[in-house]
């Protein structure tokens, strides 16, 4: 299994405000970009996998309506958090 309790607590601890926070937007938008990233390796592999291109294209969206609430609400976590995760160019 690729994302075990450890390793969304770390992800949580790291970009999150404790190992326990799940909901902030950051933790979450730390977590699907981790989950993007391995479906995207997956995607390289079985180019053919139309299920995990649909979790994929899914997990995108996702992560998007995340960032542009956080844009919305407060330009500067939305920011930190694009800069921490590297997703501009």
Same mark, same amino acid.
């Given at each position: 299994?690729? &994302? $075990?309790? =450890?390793?969304? =607590? =770390?992800?949580f601890a790291q970009y999150g405000k404790s190992a326990k926070d799940s909901g902030s937007a950051e933790a979450q938008i #730390? %977590?699907?970009?981790? +989950?993007? !990233?391995? &479906? $995207? =390796? %997956?995607?390289? !592999?079985?180019?053919?996998? !139309? *299920?995990s291109e649909r #979790? %994929? *294209?899914? &997990? *995108?969206?996702? +992560?998007r309506r995340m960032l542009d609430y956080l844009k919305d609400n407060d330009i500067e976590r939305y920011r930190n958090i694009v800069k921490q995760l590297g997703l501009r160019k």
């Open positions: 299994m690729y &994302l $075990t309790k =450890e390793k969304k =607590e =770390e992800i #730390a %977590l699907f970009t981790y +989950r993007i !990233q391995h &479906l $995207t =390796e %997956l995607m390289k !592999q079985n180019k053919k996998d !139309q *299920v #979790a %994929l *294209v899914g &997990l *995108v969206g996702k +992560r």
